[in-house]
């Protein structure tokens, strides 16, 4: 098994490679923006907009039933694009599906970390002898998620303790990191080894409206416990100036422009 690699701008992929010199704690490229669109035109007016910012983007399932693999390649093309399928079945069938995603030239890929130790283990044997491979994330729980919607899934405990159950896991089976809330952070950084990359949905600037997330933080906070990205949708695609809205989100993140 090839050694994993511990830190995002280790990476061979894509990912980093367009970081034009600044190292990852500065860079634009930590703040994705989620393309959260059923119209493809939609989404690609919104990263012409934001182009100028050098954020990365993700593509999650409504897009993704929009737009299909031509539009995930296409952008991947020129862009980091996170794609966020958040594949859970049986081990062979993620495995294949996470070298297909691979194929498009993504630079991250996703499965629920819930599917377990042997499904986990085959999404990573699926991309690890490719040369430009892309970054392999679990998610915990859902960000929507609290204790109360964990229990009548059946998982006892708090969210908290099941993140970090999880994430340990993830760690084991040799993954490069997690998607987790902005409030596991720093628990995760400081128990789970090998260490994980963290990207974290449920970002809320101060002021900004919860929707449906459940925990949430604000970005500077989510740096400040040692976050590496940042998912960031409805506060971005909804503003009403989605490029000051961005701009400021990086501002917040400290993040040189
Ligand atoms: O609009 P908002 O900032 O809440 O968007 C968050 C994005 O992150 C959505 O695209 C959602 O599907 C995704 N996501 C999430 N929680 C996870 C994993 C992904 O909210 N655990």
Not at 212 to 237: H, K, W
Request: hydrophobic share 40%; aromatic share 4%.
């Amino acid at each position: 098994m090839k050694k994993r690699n511990e830190h995002p701008d280790r990476f061979s992929s894509n990912w980093s490679e367009r970081d034009q010199g600044c190292p990852v704690h500065c860079s634009p490229e930590r703040l994705i923006v989620a393309l959260d669109f059923s119209d493809p035109g939609q989404a690609r007016n919104l990263v012409e907009q934001l182009k100028p910012t050098g954020v990365s983007f993700k593509i999650g399932l409504e897009l993704y039933m929009a737009g299909g693999p031509d539009l995930v390649g296409d952008l991947a093309a020129r862009h980091n694009i996170f794609l966020d399928l958040k594949f859970h079945d049986i081990p062979n069938t993620v495995a294949a599906a996470v070298r297909s995603a691979a194929s498009l030239g993504v630079s991250m890929i996703n499965l629920h970390a819930a599917g377990g130790r042997k499904m986990i283990t085959a999404a990573r044997d699926a991309v690890e002898s490719l040369d430009r491979r892309p970054i392999l994330l679990a998610v915990t729980v859902l960000t929507s998620m609290g204790d109360q919607e964990m229990h009548e899934t059946g998982c006892p405990g708090s969210t908290a303790e099941r993140v970090l159950q999880l994430a340990g896991l993830v760690s084991e089976c040799g993954l490069d990191g997690v998607v987790c809330s902005p409030l596991e952070i720093a628990e995760i950084k400081a128990k789970v080894s090998p260490p994980l990359i963290t990207v974290t949905p449920g970002i809320r600037p101060a002021g900004d409206a919860q929707d449906d997330q459940f925990r949430v933080g604000a970005p500077a906070e989510a740096i400040r416990s040692g976050g590496d990205y940042l998912v960031v949708g409805r506060p971005v695609t909804r503003a009403a100036e989605p490029l000051s809205a961005a701009r400021r989100i990086l501002t917040e993140m400290g993040v040189d422009q």
